[in-house]
Protein backbone atom coordinates (compact mmCIF):
# COMPACT_ATOMS: atom_id res chain seq x y z
CA UNK A 1 0.00 0.00 0.00
CA UNK A 2 1.20 3.62 -1.05
CA UNK A 3 0.75 5.54 2.08
CA UNK A 4 0.76 9.63 1.62
CA UNK A 5 1.45 11.60 4.30
CA UNK A 6 1.54 15.22 5.39
CA UNK A 7 0.77 18.04 7.85
CA UNK A 8 -1.35 20.91 6.55
CA UNK A 9 1.39 23.22 7.59
CA UNK A 10 4.38 25.03 6.13
CA UNK A 11 6.35 25.48 9.20
CA UNK A 12 9.71 23.97 9.04
CA UNK A 13 8.90 22.41 12.96
CA UNK A 14 5.52 21.73 12.06
CA UNK A 15 4.19 19.15 14.80
CA UNK A 16 1.41 18.17 12.30
CA UNK A 17 3.77 16.80 9.97
CA UNK A 18 5.33 14.73 13.14
CA UNK A 19 1.92 14.20 13.89
CA UNK A 20 1.12 12.61 10.49
CA UNK A 21 4.78 11.03 10.62
CA UNK A 22 3.66 9.04 13.57
CA UNK A 23 0.06 8.26 12.44
CA UNK A 24 1.39 6.51 8.59
CA UNK A 25 3.78 4.12 10.55
CA UNK A 26 0.73 3.02 12.53
CA UNK A 27 0.19 1.15 8.98
CA UNK A 28 1.78 -1.46 6.62
CA UNK A 29 2.47 -0.05 3.20
CA UNK A 30 4.90 2.46 1.74
CA UNK A 31 4.99 5.73 3.19
CA UNK A 32 5.40 8.72 1.75
CA UNK A 33 5.76 11.75 3.32
CA UNK A 34 5.25 15.43 1.56
CA UNK A 35 6.36 18.62 2.77
CA UNK A 36 4.01 21.10 1.64
CA UNK A 37 6.87 23.74 1.04
CA UNK A 38 8.21 21.91 -1.74
CA UNK A 39 4.14 22.42 -3.34
CA UNK A 40 4.65 26.50 -2.51
CA UNK A 41 2.14 28.25 -5.61
CA UNK A 42 1.31 31.79 -5.61
CA UNK A 43 -2.09 33.22 -4.36
CA UNK A 44 -5.24 31.81 -5.89
CA UNK A 45 -6.82 34.45 -8.17
CA UNK A 46 -9.19 33.83 -11.07
CA UNK A 47 -7.16 36.32 -12.70
CA UNK A 48 -3.61 34.56 -12.48
CA UNK A 49 -5.84 31.00 -13.55
CA UNK A 50 -6.70 32.91 -16.47
CA UNK A 51 -3.42 34.39 -17.12
CA UNK A 52 -0.98 31.95 -16.05
CA UNK A 53 -3.10 28.39 -16.28
CA UNK A 54 -2.46 26.36 -12.67
CA UNK A 55 0.61 25.90 -11.30
CA UNK A 56 2.74 22.76 -12.05
CA UNK A 57 2.82 21.74 -8.29
CA UNK A 58 -0.71 21.61 -8.21
CA UNK A 59 -0.25 19.09 -11.16
CA UNK A 60 2.69 17.19 -9.10
CA UNK A 61 0.31 17.32 -5.55
CA UNK A 62 -2.60 16.05 -8.01
CA UNK A 63 -0.50 13.06 -9.49
CA UNK A 64 0.87 12.20 -5.90
CA UNK A 65 -2.66 11.96 -4.42
CA UNK A 66 -4.27 9.96 -7.42
CA UNK A 67 -0.93 7.62 -6.95
CA UNK A 68 -1.42 6.66 -3.48
CA UNK A 69 -3.86 4.34 -1.70
CA UNK A 70 -4.41 5.69 1.45
CA UNK A 71 -4.02 9.31 2.56
CA UNK A 72 -3.09 10.43 6.54
CA UNK A 73 -3.61 14.15 6.70
CA UNK A 74 -2.71 15.94 9.85
CA UNK A 75 -4.34 19.86 9.80
CA UNK A 76 -2.82 22.73 11.58
CA UNK A 77 -4.79 25.61 12.82
CA UNK A 78 -3.97 29.11 12.68
CA UNK A 79 -6.90 31.38 13.71
CA UNK A 80 -9.36 29.28 13.92
CA UNK A 81 -9.27 27.57 10.22
CA UNK A 82 -6.77 26.09 7.95
CA UNK A 83 -3.09 27.58 7.44
CA UNK A 84 -3.44 30.01 4.68
CA UNK A 85 -0.89 27.82 2.36
CA UNK A 86 -2.76 24.66 3.13
CA UNK A 87 -5.85 26.50 1.68
CA UNK A 88 -4.00 28.23 -1.05
CA UNK A 89 -2.92 24.62 -1.86
CA UNK A 90 -6.32 22.89 -2.08
CA UNK A 91 -7.58 26.05 -3.91
CA UNK A 92 -5.36 25.62 -6.57
CA UNK A 93 -6.02 21.96 -6.82
CA UNK A 94 -9.33 22.03 -6.58
CA UNK A 95 -9.85 24.33 -9.18
CA UNK A 96 -7.36 21.73 -11.33
CA UNK A 97 -9.58 19.14 -10.44
CA UNK A 98 -12.56 19.36 -8.07
CA UNK A 99 -11.81 15.55 -7.30
CA UNK A 100 -8.67 16.69 -5.52
CA UNK A 101 -8.84 13.47 -3.26
CA UNK A 102 -9.99 10.89 -5.72
CA UNK A 103 -12.07 8.81 -3.39
CA UNK A 104 -9.03 7.86 -1.51
CA UNK A 105 -9.09 6.46 1.66
CA UNK A 106 -8.30 9.08 4.18
CA UNK A 107 -7.21 9.33 8.07
CA UNK A 108 -7.95 12.56 8.93
CA UNK A 109 -6.08 13.71 12.29
CA UNK A 110 -5.25 17.42 13.38
CA UNK A 111 -3.10 18.45 16.88
CA UNK A 112 -1.82 21.84 17.91
CA UNK A 113 0.21 23.37 21.15
CA UNK A 114 -3.45 23.89 22.76
CA UNK A 115 -6.04 22.05 24.23
CA UNK A 116 -8.38 21.99 21.70
CA UNK A 117 -6.11 20.13 19.75
CA UNK A 118 -6.79 22.16 16.03
CA UNK A 119 -10.08 20.93 16.68
CA UNK A 120 -12.20 23.96 14.24
CA UNK A 121 -9.43 23.51 11.22
CA UNK A 122 -10.20 19.26 11.76
CA UNK A 123 -14.04 20.14 12.12
CA UNK A 124 -13.54 22.69 8.38
CA UNK A 125 -11.59 19.59 6.51
CA UNK A 126 -14.29 17.28 7.78
CA UNK A 127 -17.23 19.67 6.36
CA UNK A 128 -15.25 20.43 3.41
CA UNK A 129 -12.84 17.26 2.10
CA UNK A 130 -15.86 15.39 1.09
CA UNK A 131 -16.83 17.61 -1.68
CA UNK A 132 -13.45 17.01 -2.87
CA UNK A 133 -14.03 12.97 -3.13
CA UNK A 134 -12.20 12.06 0.45
CA UNK A 135 -13.13 8.90 1.92
CA UNK A 136 -12.55 9.69 5.41
CA UNK A 137 -12.52 6.28 7.08
CA UNK A 138 -12.10 8.09 10.64
CA UNK A 139 -10.64 11.43 12.76
CA UNK A 140 -8.81 12.32 15.55
CA UNK A 141 -7.65 15.40 17.47
CA UNK A 142 -4.65 15.48 20.19
CA UNK A 143 -4.47 18.54 22.35
CA UNK A 144 -1.61 19.77 23.88
CA UNK A 145 0.80 18.38 21.34
CA UNK A 146 4.11 19.20 23.84
CA UNK A 147 2.37 17.50 26.98
CA UNK A 148 0.90 14.23 25.31
CA UNK A 149 3.27 13.45 22.38
CA UNK A 150 6.99 12.60 23.68
CA UNK A 151 9.42 10.21 22.28
CA UNK A 152 7.60 9.55 18.80
CA UNK A 153 4.59 8.44 20.62
CA UNK A 154 1.42 9.63 22.07
CA UNK A 155 2.38 9.21 26.12
CA UNK A 156 -1.28 10.48 27.37
CA UNK A 157 -2.56 6.44 28.03
CA UNK A 158 -6.23 7.71 27.52
CA UNK A 159 -5.10 9.21 24.47
CA UNK A 160 -3.30 6.11 23.08
CA UNK A 161 -5.96 3.60 23.87
CA UNK A 162 -8.41 6.49 21.51
CA UNK A 163 -6.01 6.48 18.76
CA UNK A 164 -4.90 2.87 18.86
CA UNK A 165 -8.65 1.79 18.86
CA UNK A 166 -9.07 4.48 15.45
CA UNK A 167 -5.89 2.97 14.11
CA UNK A 168 -7.39 -0.59 14.50
CA UNK A 169 -10.87 0.36 13.30
CA UNK A 170 -9.19 2.03 9.99
CA UNK A 171 -6.92 -1.31 9.62
CA UNK A 172 -10.46 -3.14 9.49
CA UNK A 173 -12.15 -1.06 6.92
CA UNK A 174 -9.09 -0.78 4.79
CA UNK A 175 -8.71 -5.16 4.73
CA UNK A 176 -12.58 -4.96 3.53
CA UNK A 177 -11.61 -2.04 0.88
CA UNK A 178 -9.11 -4.40 -0.66
Known amino acids: MKILAF ?15 FAA ?15 EMPVFSVDKEKEDGYPVQAHELHDIIENS ?13 YSAAFKNTLDWCSRLNNSVFHDKP ?12 AKFSLEAALSRFPRHTANILGHFSLPSFQENFHDG ?12 DLIENVKETLSKLK
Open 153 to 164: KISNEELAKEFN
Open 25 to 39: HQFDGEVNMIDLNDF
Open 106 to 117: MLLISTSPGKLG
Open 7 to 21: GASTSKSSINQQFAH
Open 69 to 81: DFLVISMTEHNGS
